[in-house]
């Protein structure tokens, strides 16, 4: 298996899944809290319509929802980001502690070694980590893509 990430502010919904057809994409986990994002510009990846054009690019589709910020963490985050003046679309790096508290609370429970015997069982090969920002630094995907190359030697692929 190897894994990618992708974001999706600052695409349009072309580029958005021309990255997901050029890197051969056949599985797409969405770790997302909130699986909708406000207004009209990227209504696209709203799960209904996001699962709906994956289906039609036969691009497997998976919420994993124990892999996404809970609304407690996400708020230490929202806090760092308004003392920088920080939009979230904007950010660039995570704060540490979102970071500290997503390892301890988040990916310390988390079972990858069930998360990886799915992804067997589905023949997942070509997995994207889905979340919303630009930048894999201001994602708590990042994160995750550390653990899965540090600790279980997959490669990564930020797209």
Known sequence: MEFFTIGVYNSTEDEFFDKLIQ???????????????????????NSNRLQQRLNALEIKYGYIPNLAPTT????????IDAEKGELKSERQELGKVFVIEY??????HFDFEKFFDNLDNIGATRIALFCVEEHPEACHRSIVADKLQNTFNYKITHL
């Open 23 to 45: 890197n051969n994409i056949d599985t797409f986990c969405d770790i997302r809290q909130r699986r909708g994002v406000r207004g009209a510009k990227y209504a696209f990846v």
């Open 72 to 79: 407690e963490i996400r708020a230490l985050q929202k806090e």
């Open 103 to 108: 390892k301890n609370k988040i990916l310390g």
